[in-house]
């Protein structure tokens, strides 16, 4: 298999296992805490001590639900068919108060499982450049310091602000909404991905020259 099929398989694996990863730890965090809020237990056994339960969160999620169940039961007065004989309601094909538990839940698990795609795959990119330029033969180390570090820290943020507004921000916009964990997770894994590589560079090294010398 050529070298260059070779690399570009890597960078691909690098590519799918980061960004699983970085999406896949803040998404579970946020599942958990969304269980934790709604007072969900996800390992209840039989017998559960509704002491334990926070009757003011649990308030909270009656008020929600009843939003929406307002307005399902408003959109079902007479009112609305006879201004519209073809008027239809959400309510008349579902349960009201089935729809609005639905619809609560729905919201809340759609929000935890897609907060974090978008980021994830710039964030999955952002490493796999990092490789490439790290990994890189015909660059020294100080030029992949600054093209593979601050290079990317100013590209991501503003992608990824676009991705969500399809509009470019200022600077202090564009940079400060960028989650946090962002600058600091791809700064730890720069770092590190950039010392392995040079010490298996002074290794190698080494070694060739050991093998020169002994003939």
Same mark, same amino acid.
């Given at each position: 298999?050529k070298?260059?099929? $070779?690399?570009?398989? *890597? ?6 296992i ?7 730890? =803040?998404?579970?965090? #946020?599942?958990? #805490? ?16 509704? *002491? ?5 969160? &649990? ?10 169940l307002?307005?399902?039961? #408003? @959109?079902?007065?007479?009112t ?5 004989s073809n008027?239809? !309601? ?5 349960? =009201?108060?089935g ?11 759609? *929000?935890?499982?897609?907060?974090y795609?978008?980021? @994830?795959?710039? !964030? ?8 490439? &330029? &790290? /990994? @890189?033969?015909?660059? #020294?180390? &100080? ?13 991501? =943020? =503003? ?7 399809? *509009? ?7 940079? @400060? /909404?960028?989650? $946090? ?5 791809y ?27 002994k003939?």
């Amino acid at each position: 298999m050529k070298p260059i099929l $070779k690399k570009m398989l *890597r960078a691909l694996l690098i590519f799918v296992i980061s960004a699983i990863i970085i999406y896949l730890v =803040p998404t579970l965090i #946020n599942f958990n #805490n969304w269980c934790k809020e709604n007072q969900l237990n996800l390992f209840m056994s039989d017998y559960y001590d509704i *002491r334990n339960i926070d009757s003011n969160k &649990i308030q909270n999620i009656g008020d929600s639900v009843s939003t929406y169940l307002e307005v399902l039961e #408003n @959109s079902l007065d007479k009112t609305n068919y006879e201004q519209d004989s073809n008027y239809h !309601s959400l309510a008349e094909y579902f349960n =009201p108060l089935g729809f609005s538990v639905w619809s609560y839940m729905q919201e809340g698990l759609n *929000r935890i499982f897609t907060q974090y795609i978008v980021i @994830s795959i710039l !964030s999955g990119i952002a490493i796999v450049i990092a490789y490439i &330029i &790290i /990994t @890189s033969k015909k660059m #020294n180390n &100080i030029l992949k310091f600054f093209i593979g570090y601050f290079g990317i820290m100013l590209i991501i =943020p =503003p992608i990824y602000m676009y991705c969500f507004t399809y *509009r470019f921000w200022d600077i202090f916009q564009t940079y @400060s /909404t960028t989650p $946090k964990w962002f600058y600091i997770g791809y700064t730890a894994i720069f770092i590190l991905m950039y010392v392995v590589n040079y010490k298996i560079g002074v290794k190698m090294s080494r070694e060739l020259n050991q093998a020169i010398n002994k003939k």
